[in-house]
């Protein structure tokens, strides 16, 4: 039997959390890349990102729920389109960057002078009509990444007018390639495809993610950051619909194990694909990679330390029945499903995305890793 030193074993304890306590500050981020100087961000991606263009595609778009309450209730009880309780990842980047909050491409009466959010919730990394040729249907939207990409050309044309030009106004930009993809596999497994057949689609989904950041990097990008895939098998939505009933099935953090290897192997080849990406652009063009994955596994692995529930962590706030508070027919902002009444200290919003408290600690990690990769000092 191993026996403790108390005294050792509050010094290392108290330690611990001296290291741990800059990550709980909310102006870690701001602090750790006040040195960056960026003129612009553009962002492409899906729901994790999207500030308010699904809301505006019509028809399907003004029926869903995102631009209703309790969607966005944190945000000043104002829904903007966003799918959380209030702020993305990608606010937390721009006030850490000093950059106003991005505007969504569609909403066109709004101020782009210091960049665009063409990300569309429910958009795929493939077109919607390759995918259909699989018989895998995008429900929400067919604004794809090659349908944001064509949104940024047109935007590009109306804020310079030579190539020298976009090349001087986008030089000093950030540019958000992702995360996007996720629905590309979301879609396919709850239309009954098998791992195999969704395996199948990876290769295909990475390569549309490499050809879009090599298009962004044609036109003047100079720093590009790609995000990776969440490590799906920790979310309600998966927990739910692919449970087991074997505890030796699920990890330590009570995730389920089979579908970890798919999102790592989405890694694994998005990472080879940025690697490839790098020896042909040379080295004057950043190119990151966002771990996802990872950060989404710091926090719940620190839930207990970072202010968070740990009793909830696999739970949806915003949700009705069942072990994860998720029910796929009747979910966040249908009638009569509940709010908890302290989101902040939840990770899942909705059993699909993220509280806004989530967010802000996933990229405060984020943008800790970040920073080295891409050249921010001037």
Not at 142 to 170: A, D, Y
Not at 275 to 286: F, H, K, Y
Not at 319 to 335: D, P, S, V
Request: charged share 15%; glycine share 8%; net charge negative.
């Amino acid at each position: 039997m191993a026996i403790f030193n108390s005294s050792l074993l509050i010094h290392t304890s108290f330690l611990f959390l001296l290291l741990l306590l800059p990550l709980l500050h909310p102006c870690t981020a701001t602090r750790l890349i006040k040195n960056c100087s960026f003129d612009a961000i553009y962002q492409f991606g899906d729901s994790i990102s999207d500030t308010g263009n699904l809301i505006r595609e019509a028809p399907i778009g003004t029926a869903t729920p995102y631009g209703h309450l309790p969607y966005g209730m944190t945000l000043s009880n104002t829904p903007t389109g966003r799918c959380s309780d209030g702020l993305l990842m990608i606010d937390y980047i721009a006030m850490a960057l000093q950059i106003p909050l991005l505007n969504p491409y569609l909403k066109r009466d709004s101020d782009f002078s210091h960049g665009v959010n063409f990300a569309v919730a429910g958009s795929t990394a493939l077109d919607t009509t390759f995918l259909a040729k699989q018989r895998i249907f995008s429900p929400l939207t067919n604004s794809s990444l090659f349908v944001q990409l064509g949104w940024f050309m047109t935007h590009l044309k109306s804020i310079c007018s030579t190539e020298t030009e976009c090349r001087q106004k986008l030089g000093n930009s950030l540019f958000l390639v992702g995360e996007i993809g996720g629905n590309d596999y979301n879609y396919a497994f709850f239309q009954g495809k098998t791992m195999e057949e969704v395996e199948s689609l990876i290769p295909s989904v990475v390569q549309k993610i490499k050809d879009a950041v090599t298009e962004v990097i044609k036109v003047g990008a100079t720093r590009v950051v790609v995000p990776g895939n969440f490590p799906i098998r920790c979310i309600p939505i998966y927990l739910t619909a692919f449970a087991i009933n074997d505890p030796a099935s699920y990890d330590e953090l009570k995730c389920l194990k089979g579908l970890n290897n798919f999102a790592m192997n989405h890694n694994i080849q998005l990472q080879g694909a940025i690697s490839l990406l790098r020896e042909e652009q040379g080295s004057n063009i950043d190119i990151a990679y966002a771990d996802y994955y990872t950060a989404y596994q710091w926090v719940l692995s620190h839930a207990h330390f970072l202010g968070l529930d740990v009793n909830s962590i696999e739970k949806a706030c915003c949700g009705t029945g069942g072990e994860y508070n998720f029910n796929l027919i009747k979910m966040c902002g249908a009638e009569g499903v509940q709010v908890c009444s302290n989101p902040e200290t939840y990770m899942s919003w909705d059993g699909v995305h993220s509280t806004q408290n989530g967010y802000r600690l996933m990229a405060d990690w984020l943008l800790r890793d970040i920073k080295p990769k891409i050249r921010c000092f001037f």
